[in-house]
């Protein structure tokens, strides 16, 4: 999750194409650890995608996933 939030957080910051080492100190600064293998299966499945392409799918896939509310009673 974290490489997605920093790719994120760079792509909508205005770097169109965020590079391993971009997703690494995004991550550093956060106090986090980057993972070489998550990062680069991350910037595979994202490469050549838009970043408004790619949130607009997301939406659409979480719009099925049930939010845990209960029965107003």
């Known amino acids: 999750m974290k490489n997605v939030a920093a790719f994120l957080l760079l792509a909508l910051g205005g770097n169109e194409k965020p590079t391993k080492k971009d997703l690494k100190k995004v991550i550093a600064a956060g106090g986090g650890e980057a993972e070489d ?11 050549g995608k838009d970043i408004n392409e790619l949130i607009a799918e997301g939406l659409t896939k979480i719009g099925s996933v049930g939010m845990g509310g209960g029965a107003v009673s």
Do not use: S, T
Request: proline share 0%; aromatic share 0%.
């Open 37 to 47: 293998e998550k990062v680069d299966a991350l910037l595979k499945a994202v490469d």
